[in-house]
């Protein structure tokens, strides 16, 4: 099913998503007693990259020069099956959920196979971790999905969304609270943010999801971190979507309510940074198989209270 | 009381997922104020006695006060910080632990279609405390970490008691508290003579006891 | 009907040519290739006819020695028909073109062998009798066992076919059992009386248990499969293209038939094949990700995806019992679908492996990499394959996947418990799968094809010639034509699902097909607008903005002062996370010096994984009945008045056994 109005929040949301890792890093530098870098400061990035011009590899081959379009077209693809700002997304249908997790699985897995392209020894550590836990967190998304399936009975996640109520949070807290930090955990997993991955660490040894772009440049860079931006947008907003749930909103306080739960959102993400260490890399299977843990407790409290 | 039994579980899901000795400790110690203030709800607010009040306190002071320090001190006379990987790896006790969830609720849900239970979830939450104090102290290997399995064991057991009606006389809650009181007051004695026979913690060397030689040269290595 | 015998008549027939030809290479290929081409094309036409048509392809009756067997092609045969035909011609016009690589192995046995198995594999899709299927079932393993052992000097190609072989016979000695139940009950030997037929001998479950067992050796189930990864390894590519593309699919199609003889299904047999089928996923890829043989990485992935079909079965099942009719759509088309697509993407990667081989002259991951730049077309096709069948968009394998997550997702329309375990398992088991398989498929294509050639190879590697590349196009265009066109191909696939679930007494309305058709429109939408986007944005990049471009920069190596190509991850540190995680399961052996000292010289590191089921199940067991039965040693002296004295004893008893009966 395709909501035309719903193209306008859509691009609202393009024009938005590179205010997200200002207002984190705003955040951790507030915790860190500085001023920090501008709120716009991926904007003026973004625009400096695009007027450069770019510099490959000799061992990179076309898949350096495709990757990055697959990796921006295919996220931004997954924006169109998100619903944004209380309204359902451009393209709705049944299962569109796994078909957005898939659409960012393909983004991955060109990343991946570009950053094999230059034959470089970080860019392929960073690609053997980021398969692995990708991979332990799909399940736990899906597991979180399919007990707001139950709950709402729609299998789409926008007619999940405009389903939730306040008072599916008022019976059954638990489920909503496990499911919530679960998918807090996948957020933090998929966009390689601390505890699983810190996007400011120079060591590349221990980079994952930095150290796959180390060789691009240019508009290349460009999308790659916009993309990247916008994919922490996607996430986030499936949490707002799942914490504040009030199908009943006069139209006028929809996007001033979500861009405040987006802004609480950011501003946990940089509390979280600030004030916990990265996790050791053979622990973090571990707390990946965490939240699918708690997924799955979610998922027999629920077939329990039923 | 539903709540409360849920963050038992997720407390014990913590205890088999993490590493650290302390922080296992700290959720043993949780487990234990939980438990005091289970007792409570379980009787409801309108039959609380003060007897029972002061049962409760004192189950806290012991659960969660008086065996966290004694088990922090045997943790920091032997040294271990850490637990060493266990027979299977901490991301699969967790998911075992999940499993055994499962398999609680399914039995209380076969239950429930012969009686009716005064809290189905309270059940649950205690079966699956058995379950994975059996899966600690079967899996782990320092001493310190099977007695916390073998705590988290009484624990359940308590929780099974409280939820399947708070009929249970004051005579009998007695019982178990003396119960896990002399259990952990001999494992702790156990634990210091232990440290100072053996030298160290890991429980998957008690097996050498058995063999006759084998303590000949355990003792020779003691005079050492 | 007329027209599918005639081109099996056709394959068979040159194929005994080409036989006879041997010795003049040339020819021998040339008709060997042609008749198989010229045969699946009319069989091709008989197919499309029943299929897209929805024609009755007529019954003919053959005469046996046991009886008149009938032959006849229904929607089911038909549909299972495609994967033969695509890959046995492609497959053929592979071989023809390649036959030049290898000179010193005789050709024309070759082509009769892959003839007939090619011949008996349709002629089994038109049996609708069980002595004519158990028939055409042993031809078809012999002639794969030939095939599969034609390099037989080697000795592990013996072995592997010889491991073939025997797990292939224990599966139709299951069969034989199987249909001896069935034939036993209905009193005869003709698939239409089996469905009406009483289950006089053996219940129920125990023939589909059977039935599991026998067609799982085939398919790759779990603990079945320590065949499958040896023999696809040692096969030629193309070989192995057809055996796992359209070989294991026939298991699959004994599976269904057998299915639709029962009219009442269990909800054991769904779990069951929902649970075999998720560890049999999970444990393909966990062993595939530490493999360094190319080829057997590609023959555990067959198993994944065996693994994801059994489980789609499952749910079609599991949906059967629970009166479901949709979810038992979306399952059973998953289902269908997935066997064509896995089919097609599996001959790709397969034949590109070949191409690979042809290249540089070896399978070893490790002594690969940055293939890409010699051999382009390779390169291309190899990475569309590797994506399609990690299950993503926007190839084929995504939209089976979908159809398969679809009716874990409508299971939810039943608050049961079951039906929440069933949707958890499908949603998380399948997504687990995913993301694995997207791991095994990024490695391999990344350590073949791009970085640094990791080993200099004398003479350097050579793209295939253009007649080599035919069959690998036309199977990228089949990726790119089932993907866009899934919701068009859903209508006759709708039909195969209906004839399957009639005898079960699931009727589909156009509902259930239009549920599973609308989410399929808006992804094959989707997939051409993201193709399109990438296209132009790269061609728009390049002619536009690409003023100076540097291309011939290094690598950033930290400082490394002298990067080379042996500094790049290889196939065991790619897949050392992962190994670390199901270490239980995989086990490596590793082997590797220490490093020591300020400035170590010399170190080396090698892990190697055989599959654990053989290493810990199978060998020890067949180690303990090889250790009881030697004491049986002690009758096979060699003296020869014993073993007369042997028959003569033998005589004796049946004599007297006869003169006391009588």
């Known amino acids: ?306 | 009381m539903n709540s409360i039994a849920t963050l038992l579980t997720l407390s014990c899901l913590l205890l088999l997922g993490s590493s650290r000795l302390r922080v296992a400790i700290r959720m043993v110690a949780f487990q234990g104020l939980l438990l005091g203030l289970l007792q409570l709800f379980a009787v409801g607010p309108g039959h609380l006695t003060p007897g029972l009040v002061i049962l409760s306190i004192t189950s806290i002071v012991l659960k969660s006060g008086l065996l966290p320090w004694l088990l922090n001190k045997a943790m920091i006379v032997s040294g271990t910080k850490r637990e060493i990987e266990p027979f299977i790896s901490f991301g699969a006790s967790m998911l075992c632990g999940v499993f055994l969830l499962a398999v609680s609720g399914w039995i209380v849900s076969t239950l429930l279609e012969t009686d009716p239970i005064a809290s189905p979830v309270a059940l649950t939450c205690g079966f699956f405390l058995v379950f994975s104090g059996l899966l600690l102290l079967m899996t782990r290997r320092k001493a310190l970490t099977q007695t916390l399995g073998f705590l988290v064991l009484e624990n359940g057991v308590f929780t099974t008691g409280l939820s399947l009606g708070s009929e249970f006389s004051t005579m009998v809650e007695l019982g178990i508290l003396l119960d896990v009181f002399v259990g952990i007051f001999l494992m702790g004695i156990m634990l210091f003579h232990i440290d100072r026979e053996f030298d160290h913690l890991d429980a998957d060397r008690f097996n050498e006891l058995s063999d006759l030689e084998i303590a000949a040269t355990v003792v020779e290595e003691a005079d050492e | 009907m007329q027209l599918f015998l005639t081109a099996i008549l056709i394959i068979i027939v040159g194929g005994s040519f080409a036989g006879l030809f041997g010795r003049m290479r040339n020819l021998s290929s040339a008709i060997g290739a042609l008749s198989c081409l010229a045969g699946c094309a009319m069989a091709l036409v008989t197919v499309c006819q029943s299929l897209f048509f929805a024609s009755d392809t007529g019954r003919y009756l053959l005469n046996l020695p046991l009886g008149p067997a009938t032959l006849c092609l229904d929607q089911v045969s038909a549909f299972f028909a495609l994967p033969v035909i695509l890959l046995g011609s492609l497959a053929a016009i592979y071989a023809a073109a390649t036959a030049h690589y290898d000179e010193k192995h005789a050709l024309g046995s070759y082509w009769f062998f892959y003839n007939l198995l090619i011949a008996s594999m349709l002629m089994l899709l038109a049996s609708a009798n069980a002595v004519l299927f158990l028939m055409e079932w042993e031809i078809m393993s012999v002639a794969a066992f030939f095939l599969i052992t034609h390099r037989s000097e080697i000795g592990t190609v013996r072995n592997a076919g010889w491991r073939f072989m025997v797990a292939s016979h224990i599966g139709t000695a299951g069969l034989f059992i199987l249909f001896g139940l069935l034939s036993a009950s209905a009193g005869s030997f003709e698939f239409d009386q089996f469905l009406n037929a009483p289950a006089t001998y053996g219940s129920y479950s125990t023939i589909f248990f059977l039935a599991l067992f026998g067609f799982g050796v085939k398919v790759g189930l779990i603990p079945l499969h320590v065949w499958l990864p040896d023999s696809y390894t040692f096969a030629d590519a193309h070989v192995s293209a057809v055996l796992s593309g359209a070989m294991s699919k026939m298991g699959f199609y004994g599976l269904v038939r057998v299915m639709m003889f029962l009219p009442v299904q269990q909800a054991s047999w769904g779990w069951t094949l929902l649970f075999g089928g998720l560890l049999t996923g999970v444990f393909a890829l966990i062993t595939a990700l530490v493999q360094h043989d190319l080829k057997k990485v590609i023959a555990y992935s067959s198993m994944e995806n065996a693994g994801i079909i059994l489980m789609a079965l499952g749910c079609a099942v599991l949906a059967t019992i629970w009166k479901l009719p949709a979810m038992a759509f979306a399952a059973l088309a998953g289902a269908l679908m997935h066997i064509l697509n896995h089919s097609i993407c599996k001959g790709l990667l397969f034949l590109g492996s070949g191409a690979v081989y042809f290249g540089t002259g070896t399978r070893k991951l490790e002594s690969m990499g940055g293939l890409a730049k010699s051999m382009p077309f390779t390169a291309l096709a190899f990475g569309i394959g590797s994506a399609a069948i990690a299950g993503l968009p926007p190839f084929n394998n995504f939209v089976s996947e979908f159809l398969i997550f679809l009716a874990g997702l409508k299971a939810t329309r039943l608050g049961t418990s079951s039906a929440l375990l069933l949707s958890a398992t499908v949603l998380a088991g399948l997504g687990l799968i995913g993301g694995l398989a997207a791991a095994c498929f990024s490695r391999t294509f990344g350590l073949v094809f791009l970085g640094a050639p990791r080993e200099e190879k004398q003479p350097p590697p050579m793209e295939i010639k253009p007649l080599v590349r035919l069959p690998m196009a036309i199977l990228v265009l089949a990726i790119f034509s089932v993907a866009l066109l899934s919701p068009w191909l859903l209508l006759p696939v709708s039909r195969v699902v209906a004839e399957i679930g009639a005898p079960a007494g699931m009727l589909f309305s156009a509902d259930d097909l239009l549920l599973s058709a609308v989410p399929l429109r808006a992804i094959s939408a989707f997939s051409l607008a993201l193709i399109i986007l990438v296209m132009l944005g790269w061609r728009i990049q390049k002619s536009r903005f690409s003023k100076g471009e540097v291309q011939d920069r290094p690598t950033w190596d930290c400082g490394f002062a002298a990067p080379n190509a042996r500094i790049q991850y290889t196939s065991s540190s790619f897949s050392q996370p992962v190994s670390e995680v199901f270490s239980s399961i995989v086990r490596p052996f590793r082997h590797g010096e220490k490093v020591s000292g300020l400035f170590p010289q010399h170190a080396s590191f090698r892990t190697e994984a055989p599959d654990s089921l053989l290493r810990y199940l199978f060998l020890p067991l067949f180690a303990l009945i090889d250790r009881l039965v030697v004491p049986l040693r002690a009758l096979q002296h060699g003296h020869l008045h014993l073993y007369v004295g042997y028959l003569a004893i033998a005589l004796l008893a049946l004599l007297l056994w006869k003169v006391a009966v009588i």
């Not at chain 1, 510099?55 to 379009?69: D, E, G, I, K």
């Not at chain 1, 240019?218 to 996607?234: G, Q, T």
């Not at chain 1, 950011?266 to 622990?283: F, K, Q």
Request: neutral net charge; charged residues 10%.
């Open chain 1, 1 to 306: 099913m395709i909501n035309n109005t719903s193209i306008l929040w859509f691009i609202l949301s393009l024009f938005l998503a590179p205010l997200f890792p200002g207002i984190i890093n705003k955040v951790k530098a507030f915790f860190g007693g500085k001023k920090g870098p501008p709120v716009t400061q991926l904007y003026f990035d973004l625009f400096k990259l695009m007027h450069k011009s770019a510099t490959y590899s000799r061992t990179a081959t076309l898949l350096t020069r495709l990757a990055p379009f697959a990796i921006f077209f295919a996220t931004i693809g997954a924006g169109l099956l998100m619903p944004g700002f209380f309204n359902p997304a451009c393209c709705t249908f049944s299962g569109d959920i796994i078909f957005m997790a898939y659409l960012l699985g393909i983004a991955r897995f060109f990343m991946v196979t570009a950053a094999l392209d230059r034959g470089s020894a970080f860019e392929g550590m960073g690609a053997s971790r980021e398969v692995l836990y990708s991979a332990l967190a799909e399940p736990a998304l899906f597991c979180g999905l399919l007990v707001l399936i139950y709950e709402t009975g729609s299998l789409s996640i926008s007619g999940i969304f405009a389903e939730l109520s306040p008072g599916h949070w008022q019976q059954n807290p638990a489920i909503m609270l496990l499911i919530a930090v679960s998918w807090m955990i996948v957020l933090l997993t998929e966009n390689a943010r601390i505890p699983v991955d810190d996007p400011n660490t120079h060591l590349e040894l221990t980079m994952i999801h930095e150290v796959m772009i180390l060789d691009y440049s240019s508009k290349d860079l460009a999308m790659i971190e916009y993309a990247a931006a916008y994919k922490l947008w996607l996430f986030s907003g499936l949490l707002v979507g799942l914490v504040i749930s009030t199908p009943a909103m006069p139209t006028l306080l929809h996007f001033p309510v979500f861009a405040a739960g987006m802004f609480l959102v950011a501003v946990l993400i940089g509390m979280i940074e600030s004030t916990i260490a990265r996790m050791r890399l053979i622990h973090i299977p571990k707390f990946i198989v965490g939240s699918g843990a708690l997924a799955i407790i979610a998922l027999i409290l629920k077939i329990a209270g039923n």
